[in-house]
C-alpha cells in the first residue's frame, strides 16, 4: 500500500473529512517530513492510523511555536510569541480559525480535549525559554523542566497517553523529559554557546574547574570530558528509569514510545563515543541503529496485529 493511500486511511479514520481540512493536514505532514523526517516516518508505521495526523499536528504546532521563539531579537520575539498566544487561546476557546496552520490542532483538539490544555500549559510557559540566560545550579536546571521542558513535551506525549488521569503518566514523562533535556543541553552544546547560551549549570563547571571560555573555545582538556561525560551518565541513568513509561501507554502506542526512548539512548551512545567532539558539533545516532530500532518496533507490531486477528 502506498504512502499516499496510508495517509488518506489516516485522514479518514481520524474523522478528517472536509477536503479543505484534509489538505491543510496534509500540509502539516509535509512540515513535519521536512523538518524532523524520523517522526513522521515512525509516527506512520507505528501508530494507529486514527492517531497519527493529530500526532502530526501537535508537532507542526510546537515546530510554528519554536519559530516564533527562535527568530529574530529578542523584542520581536517576545511580541510575536505573544501574539502567537492570543491567537491561539482565541482559536481554542471560539472553535474555529481563518488560519490554515491551526485548523488542524483546533480539529484534533476537539477529538482529544486533553491536547488543548496541554496546548495552553506550553504557550504559558514559552517565555521561561525567551527569558533563559543560563543555571546557576542543578535546581534552577530542574526548575526549567518543570516549567518549560515538560509542558512542551506533553503537547504530543498527552496524545499517546492513557485515557483519564494521566498523572502517573505525566510524572514518567517528566523523569524522560529530565533525561532527554540534560542529554540535548549536552549534545547541542556548541550550537548553544555560539547563540550565547550556556546550559551547563555553572556550579557544575566550577566543581569540574571548568570555565566558559574553555568550552566556548572547544579545550578539549580531561576536566571538559569529565565534566560531558558526568552529565551523560546522569542523562543515561534518567532515561533508562524512564522506560517505565512505556508500560503506562496504550499497548497500541508502545512501539511508538520504546522508539522515541530508544532514539534517545542511541543519540547518548553517540555523544559519549566523542566527547571531544561535543565541543564542535551535535552527535545523531548511527543511521543503520536508528534504521534497526524502527524496523524492530515495526517488526514487532506487525507480529502482534497477526496474532491478534487469528
Not at 103 to 111: K, T
Given at each position: 500500500?502506498?504512502?499516499?493511500?496510508?495517509?488518506?486511511?489516516?485522514?479518514?479514520?481520524?474523522?478528517?473529512?472536509?477536503?479543505?481540512l484534509?489538505?491543510?493536514?496534509?500540509?502539516?505532514?509535509?512540515?513535519?517530513?521536512?523538518?524532523?523526517?524520523?517522526?513522521?516516518?515512525?509516527?506512520?508505521?507505528?501508530?494507529?492510523?486514527?492517531?497519527?495526523?493529530?500526532?502530526?499536528?501537535?508537532?507542526?504546532?510546537?515546530?510554528?511555536?519554536?519559530?516564533?521563539?527562535?527568530?529574530?531579537?529578542?523584542?520581536?520575539?517576545?511580541a510575536?510569541?505573544?501574539?502567537?498566544?492570543?491567537?491561539?487561546?482565541?482559536?481554542?476557546?471560539?472553535?474555529?480559525t481563518?488560519?490554515p496552520?491551526?485548523?488542524?490542532?483546533?480539529?484534533?483538539?476537539?477529538?482529544?480535549?486533553?491536547?488543548?490544555?496541554?496546548v495552553?500549559?506550553?504557550?504559558?510557559?514559552?517565555e521561561?525559554?525567551?527569558?533563559?540566560?543560563?543555571?546557576?545550579?542543578?535546581?534552577?536546571?530542574?526548575?526549567?523542566?518543570?516549567?518549560?521542558?515538560?509542558?512542551?513535551?506533553?503537547?504530543?506525549?498527552?496524545?499517546?497517553?492513557?485515557?483519564?488521569?494521566?498523572?502517573?503518566?505525566?510524572?514518567?514523562?517528566?523523569t524522560?523529559?529530565?533525561?532527554?533535556?540534560?542529554?540535548?543541553?549536552?549534545?547541542?552544546?556548541?550550537?548553544?554557546?555560539?547563540?550565547?547560551?550556556?546550559?551547563?549549570?555553572?556550579?557544575?563547571?566550577?566543581?569540574?574547574?571548568?570555565?566558559?571560555?574553555?568550552?566556548?573555545?572547544?579545550?578539549?582538556?580531561?576536566?571538559?570530558?569529565?565534566?560531558?561525560?558526568?552529565?551523560?551518565?546522569?542523562?543515561?541513568?534518567?532515561?533508562?528509569?524512564?522506560?517505565?513509561?512505556?508500560?503506562?501507554?496504550?499497548?497500541?502506542?508502545?512501539?511508538m514510545?520504546?522508539?522515541?526512548?530508544?532514539?534517545?539512548?542511541?543519540?547518548?551512545?553517540?555523544?559519549?563515543?566523542?566527547?571531544?567532539?561535543?565541543?564542535?558539533?551535535?552527535?545523531?545516532?548511527?543511521?543503520?541503529?536508528?534504521?534497526?530500532?524502527?524496523?524492530?518496533?515495526?517488526?514487532?507490531?506487525?507480529?502482534?496485529?497477526?496474532?491478534?486477528?487469528?
Open positions: 500500500m502506498s504512502r499516499v493511500g496510508r495517509w488518506e486511511r489516516a485522514l479518514d479514520a481520524a474523522g478528517v473529512r472536509e477536503a479543505g484534509r489538505a491543510d493536514y496534509g500540509r502539516q505532514r509535509e512540515q513535519v517530513t521536512r523538518y524532523r523526517r524520523e517522526v513522521a516516518v515512525a509516527a506512520g508505521l507505528l501508530l494507529p492510523e486514527r492517531t497519527v495526523p493529530h500526532v502530526i499536528a501537535a508537532a507542526a504546532f510546537m515546530h510554528r511555536t519554536d519559530t516564533l521563539l527562535d527568530s529574530g531579537p529578542l523584542a520581536e520575539r517576545r510575536a510569541a505573544a501574539r502567537w498566544q492570543q491567537e491561539v487561546t482565541r482559536s481554542l476557546a471560539e472553535g474555529r481563518d488560519d496552520e491551526l485548523r488542524p490542532l483546533l480539529h484534533s483538539a476537539e477529538a482529544h480535549p486533553e491536547l488543548r490544555d496541554r495552553l500549559d506550553h504557550l504559558a510557559a514559552a521561561a525559554d525567551l527569558d533563559f540566560t543560563g543555571f546557576d545550579t542543578e535546581a534552577d536546571y530542574q526548575r526549567y523542566v518543570d516549567g518549560y521542558s515538560l509542558p512542551g513535551f506533553m503537547v504530543v506525549a498527552a496524545l499517546l497517553g492513557p485515557a483519564g488521569d494521566q498523572s502517573e503518566y505525566r510524572a514518567a514523562c517528566r524522560f523529559i529530565d533525561g532527554s533535556q540534560r542529554l540535548d543541553f549536552v549534545n547541542d552544546l556548541a550550537e548553544d554557546l555560539a547563540e550565547g547560551r550556556l546550559t551547563v549549570p555553572r556550579d557544575r563547571l566550577e566543581r569540574h574547574g571548568v570555565t566558559r571560555a574553555d568550552l566556548e573555545q572547544g579545550r578539549d582538556l580531561p576536566a571538559v570530558r569529565e565534566l560531558l561525560g558526568g552529565l551523560l551518565d546522569e542523562a543515561d541513568r534518567t532515561l533508562a528509569e524512564a522506560r517505565t513509561v512505556i508500560g503506562l501507554v496504550p499497548a497500541v502506542h508502545r512501539p514510545v520504546r522508539c522515541i526512548v530508544g532514539v534517545e539512548q542511541l543519540t547518548g551512545a553517540a555523544a559519549r563515543a566523542d566527547l571531544g567532539a561535543l565541543l564542535r558539533r551535535s552527535a545523531s545516532p548511527a543511521k543503520p541503529a536508528a534504521l534497526r530500532l524502527l524496523a524492530r518496533e515495526y517488526l514487532r507490531l506487525r507480529r502482534e496485529d497477526r496474532r491478534s486477528r487469528r
